[in-house]
């Protein structure tokens, strides 16, 4: 099986890039000086068979799910992710690269201080080598900023190195005495928090016979307590493994989500997402755009109806910060062309085509509600002007089909449902540029939970989202004050500044689109009441019959007709707008964000990456609430005949 580099996973540059199927197994587990009594034979074959049952389990997926509308058709790619400490992680990455997996290679040090930290435990030169071997081998090699100037400095980084393993597997292989934690950020703590976060775990026993299980349930809740080891006589040791429990808990990762019968997520789009193409223009999607800037202004401008193109020039890709000097800014601008690499096209396409479907479906809408009163108007004609009434009535009855046609259209074509499943994963792809520097993961975006029966993580958005971040993996990057610098200024000014500011005009526009049109229904139901009394005051005083005489009675019955249902047209797009919510929703977000920029501005220099990364999920965090308030609003807001 081949697994050198990441593939692009873009058999067709035509359609939005599908991902390469990737496996990433992670490793906790004990050092040597717990694993003296190990039967080293016995326990690399156990490793090598959970080893191969995860490539086996690949395998099997990707021949069931590669296609248009699943993995790319390159193998899958096989990973370990290890800080190849000496002992278990050692062993298990240098089983699995022999098996042919990469090595994602996360250290808590600088590499030449990690080093120095298994040099000082005088454990041999073998172990020395392996660990030089394996660093050699690994790619990519992350290397945080931690310190051993103090002991619990120490701990911290160690901490620190475990918590990220779990955040880049899969599945956990787990070496492993049953005990307590050894100190902060032990063994018995990962398998815990890897428990707590319900990601599989395959404990291997570290006393012979070295049984492959699960770990018990109650570690979600209790602290480890020893487990006795087995009989380590000869017919144990040859008991083939049972590792269904591992295929299963892999296939419910890897497969493509199975629709509901009951359609509470609205129709599978994943065939449809992987079958679009560019869009050369939108005809339809700028009538949108001018009626806000005719409400705005008092002038619709002229329409635009060019659409970017996702496939030469992706509407949004990371550029580097402004540097200083040339070397401190070259690893992190190294990581930002990485990122361009695995993130760009797949967050173009989405984002191209949900702004392109948002047009389809927002102009659509308006149309149907301005049409809707425009059918009142040439209704009452026909009583109006009895010479024009086939005229009238035929213009009525082609508006009414417009209606219908623009409304099936868009049920068939699904323009709301597109607009909402890209936008989620454009937005969430968009949480991975200021994540992935830090070695952080995607957060999946949750709903309440009077909505968790409509929760997008069991949708075919957060299945390719998992897909090409594991796809992705870890980048290359060694966490220096300089590259930590790079990017502070990259998370600040680019994404929670840019939010800041997009949200503040985004306020300020909805709120002034959602009063101008309330005030303008009040207009014109307030001409309406002054006709009807002009038209009362007609009846009680002779001098005023002008009002209910043609001409000018004729004008007045029109425009008494015409004018409420005009106003009823606009209090339709602006419910269907959601402005006033919208207004409030992006006032709230930029004073969250406003909070983070101030946390993020206090903190100490130099910068530390275990005091930035809190602040970097918590922006996503905020990001991504706000997502999800989102979809649930526009949810309930399909396109309907007004």
Excluded at 189 to 200: G, N
Excluded at 442 to 456: I, Q, S, T
Excluded at 555 to 563: D, P, R, S
Aim: aromatic share 8%; glycine share 8%.
């Amino acid at each position: 099986m081949t697994t050198e580099g990441n593939g692009s996973g873009e058999a067709d540059p035509k359609h939005p890039p599908r991902a390469r199927l990737a496996v990433r197994v992670g490793v906790t587990g004990h050092q040597l000086k717990r694993l003296h009594g190990m039967d080293e034979v016995l326990l690399r074959s156990r490793i090598r068979a959970v080893l191969q049952s995860v490539a086996d389990v690949a395998r099997s997926v990707h021949d069931r799910h590669r296609g248009p509308a699943g993995y790319a058709d390159e193998p899958p790619l096989l990973r370990v992710v290890s800080p190849i400490a000496d002992g278990a992680d050692s062993i298990v990455a240098e089983q699995a690269v022999d098996l042919g997996y990469q090595l994602h290679c996360p250290v808590p040090f600088a590499e030449e201080v990690y080093r120095q930290t298994i040099v000082e435990k005088q454990l041999g030169d073998d172990v020395l080598a392996l660990h030089d071997r394996l660093w050699r081998e690994a790619g990519p090699r992350f290397e945080l900023d931690g310190s051993r100037d103090e002991s619990e400095l120490e701990k911290d980084a160690y901490l620190a190195v475990g918590e990220l393993v779990l955040r880049q597997c899969d599945v956990l292989i787990a070496i492993w005495d049953g005990a307590p934690a050894d100190g902060r950020g032990g063994t018995g703590d990962i398998v815990a928090a890897a428990q707590r976060l319900e990601l599989p775990v395959v404990w291997i026993h570290a006393a012979p016979p070295h049984a492959v299980t699960p770990p018990p349930d109650r570690l979600r809740r209790e602290p480890p307590t020893a487990a006795r080891p087995g009989p380590a006589d000869g017919a144990e040791a040859a008991r083939p493994l049972d590792l269904q429990f591992l295929d299963a808990a892999l296939r419910q990762q890897l497969e493509p989500p199975v629709p509901a019968p009951d359609r509470h997520h609205g129709p599978d789009l994943r065939r449809t997402y992987f079958h679009e193409t560019q869009p050369k223009a939108t005809y339809l999607g700028w009538v949108y755009a001018c009626f806000r800037k005719l409400v705005l202004t008092g002038w619709p401008g002229v329409p635009k109806t060019s659409v970017p193109d996702a496939v030469a020039n992706p509407p949004w890709t990371p550029q580097p910060p402004a540097a200083g000097d040339a070397p401190k800014a070259e690893g992190f601008a190294s990581v930002l062309a990485w990122m361009r690499q695995q993130y760009g096209r797949h967050y173009g396409w989405a984002d191209m085509l949900a702004d392109y479907y948002a047009g389809l479906y927002r102009s659509a809408f308006i149309v149907n509600f301005l049409l809707g009163a425009f059918s009142v108007l040439f209704a009452i004609l026909v009583f109006a002007d009895k010479a024009g009434k086939a005229w009238w009535i035929g213009i009525e009855v082609g508006l009414l089909a417009m209606i219908l046609v623009l409304t099936i259209a868009g049920w068939r074509q699904k323009w709301h449902q597109r607009w909402l499943d890209y936008r989620l994963l454009a937005e969430e792809l968009r949480h991975m540029f200021f994540l992935a520097p830090l070695g952080r993961a995607a957060l999946l975006a949750r709903v309440p939970p009077h909505m968790e029966h409509d929760d997008p993580a069991e949708t075919w958005v957060q299945w390719h989202l998992r897909a090409v971040v594991r796809q992705a993996g870890l980048p290359d990057a060694r966490l220096t004050a300089g590259y930590l610098d790079d990017y502070a200024t990259w998370l600040q000014e680019t994404h929670i500044r840019g939010q800041i500011d997009y949200h503040s005009a985004n306020a300020r526009i909805s709120g002034r689109l959602f009063r101008r049109l309330q005030w303008i229904g009040v207009g014109l139901f307030g001409a309406t009441l002054v006709i009807g009394l002009l038209k009362l005051t007609g009846f009680l005083h002779p001098s005023l019959k002008v009002f209910l005489d043609p001409p000018l009675g004729t004008v007045a019955t029109l425009l008494a007709g015409v004018l409420p249902a005009f106003g009823a047209a606009l209090a339709g797009i602006r419910s269907q707008g959601e402005f006033e919510r919208l207004a409030e929703r992006s006032h709230g977000m930029a004073a969250a964000l406003l909070h983070l920029d101030d946390r993020l501005s206090r903190l100490p220099r130099p910068w530390r990456a275990t005091e930035m990364a809190p602040i970097a999920v918590r922006t996503a965090e905020t990001m991504a609430a706000e997502l999800m308030d989102w979809r649930v609003v526009f949810r309930a807001k399909p396109l309907e005949l007004p």
